[in-house]
Protein backbone atom coordinates (compact mmCIF):
# COMPACT_ATOMS: atom_id res chain seq x y z
CA UNK A 1 0.00 0.00 0.00
CA UNK A 2 0.88 3.55 -0.27
CA UNK A 3 1.41 6.17 2.50
CA UNK A 4 -1.91 8.02 1.44
CA UNK A 5 -3.99 4.39 1.52
CA UNK A 6 -2.26 3.81 4.76
CA UNK A 7 -3.28 6.44 6.47
CA UNK A 8 -6.73 6.29 5.24
CA UNK A 9 -7.83 3.09 6.43
CA UNK A 10 -6.72 4.44 10.17
CA UNK A 11 -8.68 7.78 9.34
CA UNK A 12 -11.36 5.71 8.61
CA UNK A 13 -11.52 3.09 11.65
CA UNK A 14 -11.43 6.39 13.73
CA UNK A 15 -14.55 8.14 12.06
CA UNK A 16 -16.33 4.70 12.83
CA UNK A 17 -17.80 5.54 17.11
CA UNK A 18 -17.32 2.05 18.78
CA UNK A 19 -17.70 3.93 22.06
CA UNK A 20 -17.80 0.49 24.28
CA UNK A 21 -19.41 -1.04 21.80
CA UNK A 22 -20.08 -1.05 17.87
CA UNK A 23 -17.44 -3.38 16.72
CA UNK A 24 -19.60 -4.85 14.10
CA UNK A 25 -19.70 -2.00 11.82
CA UNK A 26 -15.82 -1.86 12.23
CA UNK A 27 -15.07 -5.57 11.57
CA UNK A 28 -17.35 -4.91 8.35
CA UNK A 29 -15.11 -2.78 7.17
CA UNK A 30 -11.80 -4.70 8.07
CA UNK A 31 -13.92 -7.44 6.41
CA UNK A 32 -14.31 -5.36 3.33
CA UNK A 33 -10.75 -4.54 2.93
CA UNK A 34 -9.58 -8.31 4.03
CA UNK A 35 -11.96 -9.43 0.84
CA UNK A 36 -10.38 -7.42 -1.67
CA UNK A 37 -7.33 -8.83 -1.32
CA UNK A 38 -8.36 -12.21 -1.07
CA UNK A 39 -7.27 -12.74 2.56
CA UNK A 40 -9.89 -15.32 4.79
CA UNK A 41 -11.84 -13.91 7.29
CA UNK A 42 -14.66 -14.95 9.94
CA UNK A 43 -16.86 -12.55 12.17
CA UNK A 44 -18.12 -13.46 15.12
CA UNK A 45 -21.13 -11.59 15.62
CA UNK A 46 -23.00 -11.01 19.23
CA UNK A 47 -25.07 -8.64 20.96
CA UNK A 48 -26.51 -7.09 18.03
CA UNK A 49 -23.23 -4.77 16.98
CA UNK A 50 -20.81 -6.45 18.99
CA UNK A 51 -17.71 -8.47 17.03
CA UNK A 52 -15.10 -9.82 16.99
CA UNK A 53 -12.95 -10.90 13.64
CA UNK A 54 -10.39 -13.97 12.79
CA UNK A 55 -8.10 -13.71 9.73
CA UNK A 56 -4.89 -15.78 8.44
CA UNK A 57 -2.48 -15.71 6.13
CA UNK A 58 0.24 -17.96 5.84
CA UNK A 59 1.76 -20.82 3.50
CA UNK A 60 1.95 -23.50 6.63
CA UNK A 61 5.59 -24.45 5.49
CA UNK A 62 5.61 -25.15 9.55
CA UNK A 63 3.31 -25.85 12.69
CA UNK A 64 4.24 -22.50 13.66
CA UNK A 65 1.06 -19.79 14.65
CA UNK A 66 1.82 -16.52 15.37
CA UNK A 67 -0.43 -14.72 16.79
CA UNK A 68 -1.49 -10.48 16.33
CA UNK A 69 -4.12 -8.98 18.26
CA UNK A 70 -5.79 -5.65 18.54
CA UNK A 71 -9.02 -4.65 20.27
CA UNK A 72 -11.75 -2.34 17.78
CA UNK A 73 -13.50 -0.58 20.73
CA UNK A 74 -12.34 2.79 22.61
CA UNK A 75 -13.53 4.41 25.50
CA UNK A 76 -16.48 6.64 25.60
CA UNK A 77 -15.67 10.90 24.70
CA UNK A 78 -17.81 12.38 27.91
CA UNK A 79 -17.75 15.85 26.21
CA UNK A 80 -16.95 16.65 22.65
CA UNK A 81 -17.13 20.10 22.92
CA UNK A 82 -14.08 19.97 25.52
CA UNK A 83 -11.91 18.67 22.15
CA UNK A 84 -9.98 20.96 19.79
CA UNK A 85 -10.20 18.66 17.24
CA UNK A 86 -13.51 16.68 16.52
CA UNK A 87 -12.91 13.45 18.67
CA UNK A 88 -14.55 11.13 15.54
CA UNK A 89 -13.50 13.39 12.15
CA UNK A 90 -9.11 12.10 12.17
CA UNK A 91 -7.67 15.62 11.81
CA UNK A 92 -4.13 15.49 10.68
CA UNK A 93 -1.98 18.25 11.82
CA UNK A 94 1.67 17.99 11.60
CA UNK A 95 2.88 14.38 11.97
CA UNK A 96 -0.38 14.51 14.32
CA UNK A 97 -3.78 12.67 14.14
CA UNK A 98 -6.06 12.90 16.60
CA UNK A 99 -9.20 11.21 17.39
CA UNK A 100 -11.20 8.98 20.03
CA UNK A 101 -8.66 5.85 19.65
CA UNK A 102 -6.12 7.28 17.79
CA UNK A 103 -3.64 5.82 20.70
CA UNK A 104 -5.65 3.27 22.04
CA UNK A 105 -5.38 1.26 19.96
CA UNK A 106 -6.97 1.83 16.54
CA UNK A 107 -3.79 3.31 15.30
CA UNK A 108 -2.02 -0.21 16.34
CA UNK A 109 -5.29 -2.31 14.76
CA UNK A 110 -4.60 -0.35 11.54
CA UNK A 111 -1.19 -1.44 11.46
CA UNK A 112 -2.31 -4.83 11.76
CA UNK A 113 -4.60 -4.90 8.71
CA UNK A 114 -2.04 -3.24 5.95
CA UNK A 115 1.02 -5.26 7.55
CA UNK A 116 -1.31 -8.47 7.35
CA UNK A 117 -2.56 -7.39 3.48
CA UNK A 118 1.29 -6.73 2.75
CA UNK A 119 2.44 -10.15 3.57
CA UNK A 120 -0.25 -11.90 2.32
CA UNK A 121 0.66 -10.28 -0.84
CA UNK A 122 4.55 -10.78 -0.41
CA UNK A 123 3.81 -14.27 0.55
CA UNK A 124 6.71 -14.10 2.58
CA UNK A 125 4.55 -16.28 6.02
CA UNK A 126 5.68 -19.87 5.93
CA UNK A 127 3.85 -20.66 8.28
CA UNK A 128 0.29 -19.29 9.86
CA UNK A 129 -0.40 -15.90 10.63
CA UNK A 130 -3.45 -15.24 12.85
CA UNK A 131 -5.23 -11.50 13.15
CA UNK A 132 -7.38 -11.03 15.84
CA UNK A 133 -9.54 -8.70 16.93
CA UNK A 134 -11.44 -7.97 19.25
CA UNK A 135 -14.75 -6.49 20.89
CA UNK A 136 -15.13 -4.73 24.18
CA UNK A 137 -11.71 -4.89 25.77
CA UNK A 138 -11.69 -1.69 27.61
CA UNK A 139 -14.75 -3.29 29.10
CA UNK A 140 -15.29 -6.56 30.85
CA UNK A 141 -13.24 -8.50 27.42
CA UNK A 142 -16.88 -9.87 25.96
CA UNK A 143 -15.16 -11.01 22.39
CA UNK A 144 -11.69 -12.33 23.94
CA UNK A 145 -13.82 -14.20 26.29
CA UNK A 146 -16.09 -15.37 23.73
CA UNK A 147 -12.69 -16.07 21.20
CA UNK A 148 -11.07 -18.39 24.11
CA UNK A 149 -13.76 -20.51 24.42
CA UNK A 150 -13.81 -20.85 20.71
CA UNK A 151 -9.54 -22.18 21.22
CA UNK A 152 -8.48 -19.32 19.11
CA UNK A 153 -5.46 -19.01 21.13
CA UNK A 154 -4.90 -22.61 22.38
CA UNK A 155 -2.20 -23.23 19.22
CA UNK A 156 -0.65 -19.78 18.85
CA UNK A 157 3.20 -20.13 19.07
CA UNK A 158 3.62 -16.48 20.47
CA UNK A 159 1.27 -13.42 20.38
CA UNK A 160 1.96 -9.85 19.55
CA UNK A 161 -0.03 -7.24 20.68
CA UNK A 162 -0.51 -3.87 19.41
CA UNK A 163 -1.53 -1.48 21.54
CA UNK A 164 0.26 1.99 22.15
CA UNK A 165 4.08 1.74 23.72
CA UNK A 166 5.48 4.07 21.53
CA UNK A 167 7.65 1.66 19.93
CA UNK A 168 8.96 0.24 23.02
CA UNK A 169 9.05 -3.50 23.79
CA UNK A 170 6.49 -4.34 26.80
CA UNK A 171 7.38 -8.00 28.21
CA UNK A 172 5.23 -8.30 31.26
CA UNK A 173 2.00 -6.83 32.64
CA UNK A 174 0.18 -6.79 35.77
CA UNK A 175 -2.96 -8.12 35.64
CA UNK A 176 -6.45 -6.09 36.74
CA UNK A 177 -8.94 -7.02 38.95
CA UNK A 178 -12.01 -5.55 40.10
CA UNK A 179 -14.72 -5.51 42.62
CA UNK A 180 -17.08 -3.92 44.46
CA UNK A 181 -17.56 -4.31 48.18
CA UNK A 182 -21.68 -4.24 49.33
CA UNK A 183 -22.09 -3.12 52.77
CA UNK A 184 -25.83 -3.63 54.66
CA UNK A 185 -26.84 -1.82 57.76
CA UNK A 186 -29.96 -0.85 59.43
CA UNK A 187 -31.65 2.74 59.04
CA UNK A 188 -32.70 5.15 61.83
CA UNK A 189 -33.30 8.64 62.00
CA UNK A 190 -30.20 10.63 62.16
CA UNK A 191 -31.21 12.18 65.54
CA UNK A 192 -30.83 8.42 67.24
CA UNK A 193 -27.81 6.62 64.92
CA UNK A 194 -27.43 4.53 67.89
CA UNK A 195 -30.93 2.92 66.74
CA UNK A 196 -29.06 1.84 63.06
CA UNK A 197 -26.32 0.47 61.67
CA UNK A 198 -24.24 3.02 59.72
CA UNK A 199 -23.75 1.21 56.26
CA UNK A 200 -21.11 3.93 55.06
CA UNK A 201 -19.48 3.75 57.97
CA UNK A 202 -18.51 -0.19 57.17
CA UNK A 203 -17.16 0.64 54.22
CA UNK A 204 -14.70 3.28 56.28
CA UNK A 205 -13.77 0.83 58.11
CA UNK A 206 -12.90 -1.45 55.05
CA UNK A 207 -11.45 1.29 52.98
CA UNK A 208 -8.87 1.96 56.26
CA UNK A 209 -8.05 -1.55 56.51
CA UNK A 210 -7.55 -1.68 52.54
CA UNK A 211 -4.67 0.82 52.96
CA UNK A 212 -2.15 -1.79 54.76
CA UNK A 213 -4.02 -4.95 53.49
CA UNK A 214 -1.24 -5.64 50.61
CA UNK A 215 1.78 -4.63 52.63
CA UNK A 216 2.66 -8.19 53.00
CA UNK A 217 2.24 -8.97 49.34
CA UNK A 218 5.07 -10.19 47.98
CA UNK A 219 7.39 -8.05 45.50
CA UNK A 220 7.00 -9.59 42.13
CA UNK A 221 10.88 -10.13 40.11
CA UNK A 222 9.20 -8.54 37.39
CA UNK A 223 6.37 -6.17 38.15
CA UNK A 224 7.17 -5.44 41.47
CA UNK A 225 4.49 -4.71 44.27
CA UNK A 226 1.15 -4.88 43.91
CA UNK A 227 -0.95 -1.89 43.61
CA UNK A 228 -4.22 -1.19 44.31
CA UNK A 229 -6.98 1.46 44.76
CA UNK A 230 -10.65 2.42 46.16
CA UNK A 231 -11.96 4.51 42.91
CA UNK A 232 -15.77 4.43 43.76
CA UNK A 233 -18.31 4.81 46.33
CA UNK A 234 -21.71 5.85 46.93
CA UNK A 235 -24.35 5.24 49.60
CA UNK A 236 -27.41 6.51 51.80
CA UNK A 237 -30.28 8.47 50.05
CA UNK A 238 -31.07 11.13 52.50
CA UNK A 239 -29.06 13.28 55.02
CA UNK A 240 -31.30 12.91 57.98
CA UNK A 241 -31.31 9.22 57.74
CA UNK A 242 -28.71 6.39 58.90
CA UNK A 243 -28.10 4.49 55.89
CA UNK A 244 -28.79 1.06 55.72
CA UNK A 245 -27.26 0.60 52.38
CA UNK A 246 -24.21 1.69 50.78
CA UNK A 247 -20.93 0.53 48.36
CA UNK A 248 -17.80 0.98 47.10
CA UNK A 249 -15.67 -0.49 44.13
CA UNK A 250 -11.72 -1.06 43.77
CA UNK A 251 -8.92 -2.22 41.22
CA UNK A 252 -6.49 -4.41 42.16
CA UNK A 253 -3.37 -5.09 39.61
CA UNK A 254 -2.30 -8.67 40.65
CA UNK A 255 1.30 -10.22 40.03
CA UNK A 256 2.65 -13.65 39.21
CA UNK A 257 3.59 -13.27 43.01
CA UNK A 258 0.75 -12.62 44.13
CA UNK A 259 -2.14 -13.53 41.91
CA UNK A 260 -6.12 -13.11 41.23
CA UNK A 261 -6.65 -15.71 43.63
CA UNK A 262 -4.60 -14.45 46.51
CA UNK A 263 -6.00 -11.14 46.38
CA UNK A 264 -9.30 -12.11 46.38
CA UNK A 265 -8.46 -14.67 49.48
CA UNK A 266 -6.93 -11.38 51.01
CA UNK A 267 -9.81 -8.91 50.52
CA UNK A 268 -12.15 -11.69 51.41
CA UNK A 269 -10.21 -12.64 55.31
CA UNK A 270 -10.43 -8.87 55.65
CA UNK A 271 -14.05 -8.48 54.86
CA UNK A 272 -14.62 -11.61 57.32
CA UNK A 273 -12.42 -10.31 60.42
CA UNK A 274 -14.64 -6.96 60.18
CA UNK A 275 -18.03 -8.71 60.11
CA UNK A 276 -17.01 -10.72 62.83
CA UNK A 277 -15.50 -8.19 64.93
CA UNK A 278 -18.26 -4.87 64.35
CA UNK A 279 -21.38 -4.93 63.59
CA UNK A 280 -20.96 -4.41 60.50
CA UNK A 281 -22.18 -6.61 57.48
CA UNK A 282 -20.32 -6.61 54.44
CA UNK A 283 -20.01 -9.10 51.08
CA UNK A 284 -17.85 -9.08 48.54
CA UNK A 285 -18.25 -9.31 44.66
CA UNK A 286 -16.11 -10.18 42.06
CA UNK A 287 -16.63 -7.68 38.78
CA UNK A 288 -13.50 -8.69 36.27
CA UNK A 289 -10.38 -10.55 36.80
CA UNK A 290 -7.68 -10.53 34.00
CA UNK A 291 -4.17 -12.41 34.91
CA UNK A 292 -0.95 -11.04 34.85
CA UNK A 293 1.43 -11.61 32.11
CA UNK A 294 5.10 -11.98 32.15
CA UNK A 295 7.50 -13.23 29.63
CA UNK A 296 10.97 -13.57 30.41
CA UNK A 297 13.36 -10.78 28.81
CA UNK A 298 15.55 -12.73 27.69
CA UNK A 299 13.05 -14.70 25.60
CA UNK A 300 13.97 -15.59 21.67
CA UNK A 301 10.54 -13.36 20.89
CA UNK A 302 10.84 -10.94 22.78
CA UNK A 303 14.74 -10.51 21.77
CA UNK A 304 12.99 -10.79 17.84
CA UNK A 305 10.73 -8.22 18.63
CA UNK A 306 13.10 -5.91 20.49
CA UNK A 307 15.18 -6.42 17.17
CA UNK A 308 12.63 -5.46 14.72
CA UNK A 309 11.70 -2.43 16.64
CA UNK A 310 14.65 -1.01 16.91
CA UNK A 311 15.28 -1.09 12.81
CA UNK A 312 11.68 -0.07 12.34
CA UNK A 313 11.88 3.19 15.10
CA UNK A 314 14.36 5.20 13.29
CA UNK A 315 15.48 8.37 15.76
CA UNK A 316 14.77 6.67 18.82
CA UNK A 317 16.16 4.74 21.90
CA UNK A 318 13.63 1.20 21.69
CA UNK A 319 14.28 -0.88 24.82
CA UNK A 320 12.46 -3.39 26.86
CA UNK A 321 9.66 -2.03 29.32
CA UNK A 322 6.65 -3.18 31.55
CA UNK A 323 3.38 -1.99 32.31
CA UNK A 324 0.81 -1.88 34.63
CA UNK A 325 -2.20 -1.66 32.09
CA UNK A 326 -4.17 -5.04 31.63
CA UNK A 327 -4.50 -5.98 28.02
CA UNK A 328 -6.76 -8.69 26.03
CA UNK A 329 -3.92 -11.37 26.48
CA UNK A 330 -4.67 -11.90 30.16
CA UNK A 331 -7.85 -13.72 28.80
CA UNK A 332 -5.74 -15.42 25.88
CA UNK A 333 -3.03 -16.73 28.32
CA UNK A 334 -5.85 -18.93 30.20
CA UNK A 335 -6.09 -21.05 27.06
CA UNK A 336 -2.23 -21.31 26.53
CA UNK A 337 -0.59 -19.99 29.47
CA UNK A 338 3.25 -20.76 28.25
CA UNK A 339 2.78 -19.04 25.34
CA UNK A 340 5.28 -15.88 25.33
CA UNK A 341 3.48 -12.33 24.74
CA UNK A 342 4.95 -9.10 23.37
CA UNK A 343 3.07 -6.02 23.36
CA UNK A 344 4.66 -3.61 20.65
CA UNK A 345 2.64 -0.54 19.23
CA UNK A 346 2.85 3.09 18.11
CA UNK A 347 2.45 6.34 19.60
CA UNK A 348 1.28 8.09 21.81
CA UNK A 349 0.54 5.83 25.27
CA UNK A 350 -0.07 9.11 27.25
CA UNK A 351 -2.80 10.46 25.75
CA UNK A 352 -4.84 7.45 25.84
CA UNK A 353 -7.98 7.92 26.83
CA UNK A 354 -7.90 11.78 27.26
CA UNK A 355 -8.88 14.76 25.29
CA UNK A 356 -7.49 15.33 21.90
CA UNK A 357 -6.17 11.97 21.97
CA UNK A 358 -3.63 11.66 18.84
CA UNK A 359 -1.00 8.92 17.23
CA UNK A 360 1.67 9.86 14.84
CA UNK A 361 2.05 9.64 11.97
CA UNK A 362 5.56 8.79 11.59
CA UNK A 363 4.87 5.90 14.91
CA UNK A 364 2.11 4.44 12.62
CA UNK A 365 4.18 4.17 9.52
CA UNK A 366 7.51 2.38 11.51
CA UNK A 367 5.04 0.38 13.38
CA UNK A 368 3.62 -1.12 10.26
CA UNK A 369 7.54 -2.20 9.25
CA UNK A 370 8.03 -3.34 12.79
CA UNK A 371 4.83 -5.92 12.21
CA UNK A 372 5.78 -6.99 8.94
CA UNK A 373 9.32 -7.90 10.04
CA UNK A 374 8.51 -9.63 13.32
CA UNK A 375 6.33 -11.55 10.94
CA UNK A 376 9.44 -12.76 8.40
CA UNK A 377 11.88 -13.03 10.77
CA UNK A 378 9.82 -15.29 13.21
CA UNK A 379 8.75 -17.89 10.21
CA UNK A 380 11.57 -17.85 9.14
CA UNK A 381 13.38 -18.67 12.79
CA UNK A 382 10.45 -21.39 12.76
CA UNK A 383 11.56 -22.61 9.08
CA UNK A 384 15.36 -23.50 10.13
CA UNK A 385 14.05 -24.60 13.30
CA UNK A 386 12.17 -27.52 11.90
CA UNK A 387 14.80 -28.20 8.82
CA UNK A 388 16.83 -28.87 11.57
CA UNK A 389 14.69 -31.15 13.86
CA UNK A 390 13.85 -32.62 10.39
CA UNK A 391 17.35 -33.32 9.37
CA UNK A 392 18.17 -34.57 12.79
CA UNK A 393 14.89 -36.70 13.24
CA UNK A 394 16.69 -38.18 8.93
CA UNK A 395 19.82 -39.16 10.61
CA UNK A 396 18.57 -41.30 13.51
CA UNK A 397 16.62 -42.78 10.89
CA UNK A 398 19.65 -43.40 8.20
CA UNK A 399 21.72 -44.82 11.87
CA UNK A 400 19.08 -46.96 12.89
CA UNK A 401 18.76 -48.37 9.51
CA UNK A 402 22.63 -48.50 8.83
CA UNK A 403 22.77 -50.44 12.52
CA UNK A 404 19.72 -52.79 11.45
Same mark, same amino acid.
Given at each position: ????E?LQ??K?L??I?????? @?L??A??I??L?K?????Y???R???N??? &????I????T????G !????????????Q??WT?APFA?E?? #??????? #??A?????L??????LI??H?Q?? !??? =? &??????A?????????N?L???????D????L??E????Q?VY??????NY??K? %? $????HS?????GV???S??LQ??A @?????? %?????DP????VR?S !????? $??EQ????PD??????????????D?QQ????IQ?A??? !?????T?H????L???????? =?????????L???A??????G?K??? @??TNG??????F?K?N?????VI???D @?KA??H?V?E %??T???? %??VI??Y????????K???????????A?D?????A????
Amino acid at each position: MRKDEQLQVLKDLIQINTENGN @ELETATYIGRLFKAHQIPYRIDRFDNNRAN &LVAEIGLKETDDVLG !ITGHQDTVNVSDQSAWTHAPFAAEVA #GDKLYGR #GAADMKSGLAAQVIALIELHEQRE !IKG =T &LRFIATAGEEYGTPGANRLLAQGVADDLSALLVGEATDGQVVYAHSGSLNYRIKS %Y $GQSAHSARPAQGVNAISGLLQFAA @EEKALF %YQAPSDPILGAVRHS !ITVIG $GGEQVNTIPDYAELSGNVRPTQSFDNQQVIALIQNAIAQ !INQQTTYHLEFELIHSFRPVE =TAPNNSFVKLVNQAAADAFVGRKVGL @EITNGATDASVFIKGNPTMPVVILGPD @EKAVSHQVDE %YTTLSGF %YQVIAAYEDVAVKYFKAASRTDRLARSAADQQVHSARQAG
